[in-house]
């Protein structure tokens, strides 16, 4: 199989850890394998969390671990005037302003601790879905009526495609925040989309963000997007067994570089 493009998408919230580098390896590979080109697309769309020193990390390991990439900037500057979210803030808003044409968000105040009281598994329980809240209220997130009996089928790579519904994690979720910014599995498919993204490797903890993303772009319309091909990878786990995750910063590639990590050492602890 061949493949026009893929990306890689850090989000400049934290230090990238050894499990971004595992997947991006993976990504290289098998874009390198399947003829596609590699975009660095850095998700910078949570005002709250990114910082621009986060962004200087993942060139700064791109560059220390020798990943190469085909499109996409190079140094903080270019991002800033050619790359950033921020510059694709209209598209993002032609989509919500069809999703909310086509009457299938409505507007939800709940807070987390709301959610929490009321849901044992910390999925949507519907509170808001009747409430007719007006979609202009301040501070209210803009939630997208899933179909419970909906299906996708999600395309995978070397493999074949898989049927199936929505899980429970994804019911009514969130298409834009609170603070009036769309959120993720908003600008990631609108993204893709733009720039005629075909292959997507991430991570299997992302599978419900894959099917959320299928089902936006059936509501949206987005056709091209229902042929992508996926691969979910198995994430790097520690010896203890628990996931390697930011919040273990002994994992982070600059404590292992403060360390004197080489290269091929962090390669491999990726699991290359
Ligand atoms: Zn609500």
Redesign the pocket.
């Known amino acids: 199989m061949t493949f026009n493009r893929t990306r890689i998408a850090p989000t400049p919230s934290g230090f990238l850890h050894v499990g971004n580098v595992r997947s991006f390896l993976l990504t290289r590979e098998i874009a390198t394998a399947t003829g596609a080109k590699v975009l660095l697309r850095i998700d910078d769309m949570d005002r709250a969390r990114a910082e621009d020193k986060y962004v200087q990390d993942i060139f700064e390991t791109l560059s220390y671990l020798g990943i190469e990439y085909d499109e996409g900037p190079h140094d903080l500057s270019e991002f800033k005037a050619c790359w950033s979210q921020e510059i694709r803030m209209p598209l993002y808003d032609a989509a919500l302003k069809a999703l909310r044409e086509s009457g299938k968000v409505f ?4 807070s987390r601790a ?2 929490a009281r009321v849901s044992v598994d910390g999925s ?1 329980p ?4 009747y ?1 007719g809240l007006s979609l202009d209220t301040e501070s209210v ?1 803009w ?1 997208l009526a899933t179909d419970r009996g909906a299906a996708v089928t999600v395309n995978r790579l070397n493999d074949v495609p898989i049927n199936t519904n929505l899980p429970q994690d994804i019911t009514d979720f969130i298409v834009r925040k609170k603070d009036g910014f769309p959120a993720y599995q908003l600008t990631s498919l609108v993204d893709d989309v733009h720039f005629q993204v075909d292959l997507i490797v991430r991570g299997a903890d992302l599978w419900s963000s894959t099917v959320a993303q299928l089902y936006l772009a059936q509501v949206l319309g987005y056709v091209s997007f229902l042929n992508t091909t996926f691969h979910h990878h198995p994430l790097l786990t520690g010896t203890d067994g628990a996931k390697l995750s930011k919040s273990a910063g002994a994992t982070s590639i600059q404590y292992l570089r403060a360390r004197g990590a080489t290269p091929a050492k962090i390669r491999k602890m990726a699991g290359s």
């Open positions: 507007a939800c105040s709940c709301d959610i949507y519907g509170t808001c879905r409430k997130n939630r």
